[in-house]
């Protein structure tokens, strides 16, 4: 079984299991420990976490993974997980979870400093940090002008042996899920399909996309917005940028990375680590060193991105997305692109 498909039946048994058992963890407590499985990089949110260490006196326990991985695992562990945080990368694998019944609900205050749009409706997780999708191009080969303003003209055979992008990545797997919400299945596989048969290169990440353009290995990638601005920070004159999709359009998505508190008897510590991920220190930590959009009013965006307020992507609530998840995971699998 291919580890999407493993993904999906991990999720589905921890519905039926939790039908019964009703969710609690075994394991919880306020003793200055906190367990966080975290989908976002170490190298990006190590040192964040760190500071609330510090700032805090909390320990923290971090296991770092794959959000779609980790949302496995979190299934499969169920009522009896040592987590008591889960901080995602995309509010797929948070919706997920969420829908599992592993999620608890969050608190009002922290739930209320986010527009409602980055929140999950039933109160279980909460955006921390914004992203858009975009389409990176190879600034030396490609003009702006040339590229499309719709995702669905990238199966047109001008593309072909030009396109790269992460298949196993958490948020190009919740892009194809909005896509199936706003375009409906069959659409969706054709795209799918289509873009199979212009011979794309398939990357692991997301990073590998970026610097296959810049390596002339393909002019083109599918991916989130920021990492165009953490390689430029690394290697000045980077030659890649972004390409911002049309308005409504399911490439142009406006997805969130974000926290949950997983099912405990004491969420004390958690709390305060959800509410650290929200406050002014975090959220401006985000916008100048990982790139991505704060969620809060009172923070600015990075320098360079179009303001969140003047980004739509299709007309879909990340709320919905977790339920796509197993069915997109197995259109994935169908058409060629599991892994």
């Known amino acids: 079984m291919s580890r999407l498909n493993s993904l999906a039946a991990l999720l589905t048994a921890a519905v039926l299991g939790l039908a019964g058992c009703g969710g609690d963890a075994a394991q919880a ?56 945080v889960f901080f995602a990368q995309d509010a797929g694998a948070l919706g997920a979870v969420a829908d599992a019944g592993l999620l608890a609900p969050l608190p009002a205050s922290a739930r209320e400093q986010v527009d409602a749009r980055w929140a999950d409706p039933e109160g279980r997780w909460v955006g921390t940090s914004g992203r858009s999708r975009v389409v990176a191009y190879s600034t030396k080969r490609v003009e702006e002008g040339d590229l499309p303003s719709s995702i669905f003209d990238f199966t047109k055979p001008e593309w072909k ?20 919400l706003e375009a ?73 990375a974000g926290v949950g508190i997983v099912r405990n008897e004491d969420t004390t510590d958690a709390q305060k680590l959800v509410n650290f991920l929200l406050g002014r220190e975090a959220q401006e930590y985000f916008a100048t060193k990982t790139f991505e959009y704060p ?19 299709p007309d879909v609530e990340l709320g919905e997305l977790g339920d796509q998840l197993r069915g997109t995971l197995e259109l994935l699998d169908e058409v060629g692109f599991g892994t």
């Open 29 to 84: 407590g306020s003793d200055g420990r906190l367990t966080v499985y975290s989908g976002r990089a170490e190298k990006l949110v190590g040192p964040l976490l760190a500071r609330f260490e510090q700032e805090s006196g909390v320990e923290l326990e971090v296991r770092y993974g794959d959000s779609a991985e980790l949302a496995a695992t979190l299934a499969e562990e169920g009522g009896s997980s040592p987590a008591e």
């Open 295 to 313: 969620l809060v009013d009172a923070v600015a965006p990075p320098d360079g991105l179009p303001s969140l307020d003047g980004l739509q992507g």
């Open 184 to 256: 409906g299945d069959e659409r969706t596989k054709r795209w799918l399909e289509g873009i199979k048969a212009n011979e794309p290169t398939l990357l692991d990440n997301n990073i590998q996309t970026e610097e296959a353009i810049a390596a002339g290995e393909i002019d083109v990638g599918f991916v989130n917005h920021y990492y165009v601005f953490e390689l430029e920070a690394e290697k000045p004159g980077f030659p890649v940028a972004n390409h911002f999709l049309a308005k409504g359009d399911p490439g142009a998505l406006v997805n969130v």
């Open 161 to 180: 042996g030009r396109i790269g992008f992460p298949p196993p990545n958490a948020s190009f797997q919740a892009f194809v899920s909005a896509m199936r």
